[in-house]
Nanobody
Framework: QVQLVESGGGLVQAGGSLRLSCAASGRTFSTYNMGWFRQAPGKDREFVAAITWTGGITNYATSVKGRFAISRDNAKNTVYLQMNSLKPEDTAVYYC????????????????WGQGTQVTVSS
């Protein structure tokens, strides 16, 4: 069992930065691939970024590539999402998720989810 708690969301102006954190409970965090997804009002949940359990492989949605960076610290049971050059279209609730599938961009491949943190980017 893994419990995930996101933090770091907030209101930021376009062009600004935020760093989201996702703290995990349990001793098995380091064995899970981790992903970030987001959901805007009226839209489906979409993939943002993912990282393998070793941290050796990362994957990004085209819309955030070059602006966002995912990382993890297995000693702290935490995964991060550094978001730079934010745009109004990045406004959404951001969720972290843990899973063991190699299909890291597919939300139904994850076993555990956090409650989400709101990110709002003003123009």
């Amino acid at each position: 069992q893994v419990q995930l708690v996101e933090s770091g969301g907030g209101l930021v102006q376009a062009g600004g930065s935020l760093r989201l954190s996702c703290a995990a409970s349990g001793r098995t965090f380091s064995t899970y691939n981790m992903g970030w997804f987001r959901q805007a009002p009226g839209k489906d949940r979409e993939f943002v970024a993912a990282i393998t359990w070793t941290g050796g492989i990362t994957n990004y949605a085209t819309s955030v590539k070059g602006r966002f960076a995912i990382s993890r610290d297995n000693a702290k049971n935490t995964v991060y999402l550094q978001m730079n050059s934010l745009k109004p279209e990045d406004t959404a609730v951001y969720y972290c998720a843990a899973g063991r599938s190699a299909y890291m961009s597919e939300f139904n491949r994850y076993d555990y989810w956090g409650q989400g943190t709101q990110v709002t980017v003003s123009s």
